[in-house]
């Protein structure tokens, strides 16, 4: 299924005479305060989000899984939901493989399937943080950091076969999550477990092509409830800089204990050139993995006030790997992947409005309380106008949500694929 | 130092044309999706939130205390401190009194002052966390959950004591907050301090005038380590339905562990008619006491769609007392409560516009997506010009920040005051 | 499999004498302090701890499972695993029948199988958080506080089946865990889904037999991520109060937020004659499901000191149902189980060491440093030569980890069951 | 005031026999499992851990302090203090001087003080969270992190100043422990404020001698509630890595965010030869600054269990400085300084226990169960006996805390300075 420009032109008309006015008066306001509206709106279209190929059907818990109707259940069927989610929003034009979850038959094929929806083959993420079929080494006690050689050698040749993988497809990044880790004090010892990850990840580093990145995610527990090897960005920041160059810190949204302020490490990974990809989610108690700023919209917003910062001022980072990492549990997963990508760009867009130089001059002055009017006085403008603007202006729904349901396109993906479907990995 | 009419409508004047236009518009879209403008309005002007007599000099933390210039050093200052910000923000017209840091001299002339300046006397709060200069006996080892009588009853009469003072001001509650508790395991019998805590309470709402409430705040740590004797809001309302229909739970938002659900709690305590006050602030980590909607805006709407339902669903509730209670250690105080003021506003408005029946229809739907839309939709909505509308109509600031600083009232203060003086209490 | 009384004997030979040794010393050093070691022996084989019947094969989590050789495939499979856990530990004689995934096929041939072997039916567990094959209605927006009558009248009706099942095996209390609540703010009305959980248990209570309990369970959060409608002990004490004497709390001691004072919430609870029932396991970040003991072991014994103070002084409390409610993702489950049995008994054996009096008067004393030396003193004190003395003196195992190696057990297991059987409900 | 040996021995001696028993008793017991005894004691008396001047008073909170009586109010005496504490423990056999509180007036004076009773000068602290009299600024908005380079300089000054002051007394440390953060977002930038704090701890790092190690303390938050600078091990790291060989990470025991597994950052900055010091207390919520061992007791083994392994297999980092930062807010001071030091002694008695090759085996074979084993059977283990005689060797006292109370020396010390002395600093 795919959908077409002009029924989207269509979905967009009756509403169309609003939402000029919306921009036009917002619009005009922001002229005023000296904001370059085009400029703005301009990287708001720059702003692409991969999905990962893994997204597309419904999550679970240990408790059990409540599947939806009509998932894709092969590769090509995922990249044709994201080709939706695409066309609706214009936000989204990559794919984040998982492997072995989602390996290629015909490559060929695919990347002209991708390629006619306009989607890049963002960064490949390995898995050996569960047993496949016929593997001969179990990775219930680790993979890169286990105690047994056979193990970690399997685990690297894994991460060596997803980069070949990636190459194929023009993926330029390697994204590295190990579940390792222990459950019960004693069970690791913690400097042979990162010794052994640190090696491992140095023996993958030596396979990786030039012009590509691996990018080290942390996070500090589940699977493993008593300790993870990398546990902190401190730990991705270290092995990063002990595998070299081109290997680089992955935050995960989620991926952080009580009340850590996520924005202050984003902006020192920026400040030391080490931050190499993000994955947004949104959480209220650990890895909960909900829909982007269903939950705490203001520190997102404070995320992205560092990620502009960082990405004028500290140009020692790479391009970032945008993914988003959310399960769907009780959504719809593509409605669910269009309301994150809205607030991904609503964020994006209020960061893009504080005034910088305003702000440093604030700061400068101890001026706490004029700090957070700044702050404020961004976060609390209605940027839905200028996301409106940016989408459409590239063929895009004014309101995804809307033109998503409008145009019934769970029922066209029912009718194709039939209701029981499950995608693979999950 | 007081600030007059047409200094205020002065400052106002050059920025009135564009909140009209910003008004009319957002009125004119608004007025479309069916809300009554005029009401709404109408509800923020009757939202009077008290500010504590504590609350106008500078606070601290254990580690020192940085004061501030012009701190008011009695309670006719301090009212006056109120005084303005209600004059330019017409939101703070209540003062809630701590004794025995302000127990009024002459009752008539406080009374006269406050009545001038069109502030009310909310909630009076007792103070047993503390040793008193010549009192007999200490709460080192806690007040009103003590194991010895001797102290318990001291304690009980110190809040009869404020309950006559409040009375004589026209305050109609009483809010008990109980530093009780203990820093160690083993250092107290947690069901005796239980029961010392309910006994002492009732002998307190024995004293208790007909037309007042008793508010029984909760907390689970600080300055207690280990145990809080009123640990959460289950503990609270245990005890308030001890003591009987007048006698509510004091919601503080600081006062939660990690991750809490405070929206949830607020929800259930008023669907059982037993919430009978509410203390703004923001946290990052515990009970930061800091500037309210400086963290966590998100929530605080949250928070207030569940006090707009139950406002209006739950009638078997008191009029709410609403105060804040924040700590201002690095702002002026008195600009940090204009921002706090600003921020429970903006969260009010916004929950207003939460269309309820359109909501509950999607709840009945588990229309999950649908649900999430309509309250970011009212959440993204920026409210502003409605908050501007509701101060100028009563004679406030367009902008109290603004105006609070271009009238140069803090200089005004120290003039009038001196640099050095301290507020009691602190 | 079955381990003969004389397996176990030879066992225990070689290390008698030091056993013995050990406890003579031990045993004295007691008694000179007052201690009645044999009346202290006898609580401990008096305790028994249910094994949930879905507790003998490897758990996991969303990101997988490792399973284990030899799980118990059916019923009699699970029974016979826990025989054999009670025959060495002599602390297991009971189990906590999960419906619908271990409903008996032949209700006498499971008695007499369960009589055999020395264990009883505790409570019985429902299970509203799955859809079973064939059900009409989907739990997956909740069950006992749907929007849907007909998929709480499903929901009702299977704990009524549940209490009807337990009835026929001599069980004397239903164990109701929701996992309802909601993943995304608004996606419910708290007020709402309380109301709907109350009524529901409310008809669930009507049918349970005279000399039943139902013991309602609370949790935070998990599987649903931003409320549950019975999150608190406050909300499950507030429901049990509302459907009537027969009604309880159950603490699960994972299902907390963080820095709970758990042992706190068993005292007031306990004060108020409303604990009845207690779920077994070890945390460090959520319900992590640990080991018993394995990570904070200090607050297990300090939350047996609340036990064995409220099982004294609280006689309106029922007798409490017992249970290990852990997952065993890396340990053979047989051997975490025993090893939880062995942490509960020290926890127990330590807190009965506690003397009661001394400790009151130190509270009354405000003797703080005494209170914690008082706790010290038994917590330090090294208390295995009671439990092993407790164990052998009714069969037991000295050491029963050593005795289920040496004995060789798990390899009997996968001999008589084969290596790749997976037990129900994993 | 000064406790004569004659004295402890007398105190001792009523108990001597049971010790001789307890302890043999325990030595041959551990003596069959390979132990050696000896070893381990005088690996005990070794281990000596350094007073802060700070910690001889009653702390308090925010909410207020209630005071000690017969508290020392000057340099010399709070160095008696120490003495009378280490008289007793043999393990307080050190002081960390607090600047400026703590500056001597004569320091060969309080040198020959120290000497006598045996107290050697470990690191010294600076203070730059508190504005003193008569200094030209102010660090309400930090201190080496400060926008204005006047305010950077004053604080550099400082710290260069304390290492002077420490020089002549024999320290060879100075920890820097930071308050600077932010309160709210957009108060500092952090980029900046993290380079100012690197560019002023070299300037500190360029005028230590060359015997000397720096320190870097990290915490989360407090008295900053938004942000702090050096929030993390990870920034600690990477500052001491930035500044040199000398400069090392400080660990304090209650500056982490909830649920941080601390033994493993411990783990990973030994191996790394960067931990430098240690700051002993106890917490259940945040910095609560509660005595050792007194929450989390198996938590403070597990740390040890690292400790000991490091000091074995990582020869790269110093020796550490140990020191107990707690805050005595209910508890006579002195009282709790003892059981802090006795739960310090017994978690490293119980590390030392750990067979280290069994536990390694027990790793590479993946035998969780076994590693708990090896784990829980060292710290079940009643380590009581070995601690007293590494103690009563030294002249120091059977049971410190009951000789303290025996000769009645707080009486004593009230008597000799009065009841309503107060501590300087506090």
């Excluded at 477990?193 to 527990?221: F, H, R």
């Excluded at 009580?258 to 108690?285: A, C, R, T, W």
Aim: proline share 4%.
């Amino acid at each position: 299924m795919k959908i077409e420009q002009h029924h989207i032109q269509d979905s967009n008309n009756k509403n169309l005479k609003t939402h000029q006015d919306n921009f036009d008066f917002l619009s005009n306001n922001l002229t005023k305060k000296g904001v370059n509206v085009n400029t703005l709106i301009k990287k708001l279209q720059d702003f692409q989000v991969a999905i990962p190929s893994w997204a597309l059907g419904a999550g679970g818990t240990r408790f059990g899984r409540f599947s939806f109707y009509g998932e894709p259940s092969n590769l090509e069927q995922k990249i044709q939901d994201i080709g939706i989610i695409h066309s609706l929003t214009q936000t989204a034009g990559a794919v984040s493989l998982h492997i072995p979850w989602d390996i290629p038959e015909d490559y060929n094929a695919i990347k002209e399937l991708a390629g006619s929806l306009d989607i890049k083959f963002d960064a490949v993420n390995s898995n050996t943080f569960q047993d496949q079929a016929n593997a001969k080494e179990s990775y219930k006690y680790g993979s890169l950091s286990n105690t047994s050689e056979a193990v970690r050698q399997q685990a690297i040749q894994h991460n060596l076969d997803v980069i070949n993988i990636g190459n194929k497809l023009g993926s330029k990044s390697l994204t590295v999550w190990l579940a390792d880790g222990s459950c019960f004090p004693g069970q690791n010892n913690f400097q042979t477990a990162l010794q052994n990850t640190e090696n491992s990840l140095k023996d993958i580093y030596k396979g990786l092509p030039n012009d590509w990145s691996m990018l080290i995610e942390y996070k500090p527990y589940e699977p493993n409830f008593y300790s993870t090897v990398i546990q902190d960005w401190g730990t991705s920041f270290m092995l990063a800089n002990a595998c070299g160059d081109k290997a680089y810190s992955l935050v995960d949204l989620g991926h952080h204990l009580p009340n850590s302020n996520i924005e202050q490490i984003v902006s020192i990974l920026m400040s030391k050139g080490k931050l190499g990809g993000f994955h947004f989610n949104d959480s209220k108690y650990g890895d909960d993995d909900l829909t982007v700023g269903s939950i705490k919209p203001y520190a997102l917003f404070l995320i992205f006030n560092e990620l502009v910062y960082g990405m004028k001022n500290n140009p020692q980072n790479p391009d970032l790997a945008w993914m988003i990492d959310a399960s769907h549990n009780v959504k719809d997963p593509l409605e669910d992947l269009i309301q994150s990508l809205e607030a991904i760009q609503e964020a994006y867009a209020k960061a893009l409005l504080i005034d910088q130089d305003e702000l440093k001059s604030a700061q400068l002055n101890n001026d706490v309380v004029k700090c957070q009017e700044i702050l404020q006085d961004a976060y609390r403008t209605d940027v839905r106008p200028l996301l409106e603007k940016a989408r459409i202006e590239n063929g895009g729904a004014l309101s995804p949500i809307n033109a998503y349901r409008s145009l019934d396109v769970r029922n066209g993906l029912i009718k194709e694929r039939g209701k029981n479907t499950v995608a693979t990995g999950l």
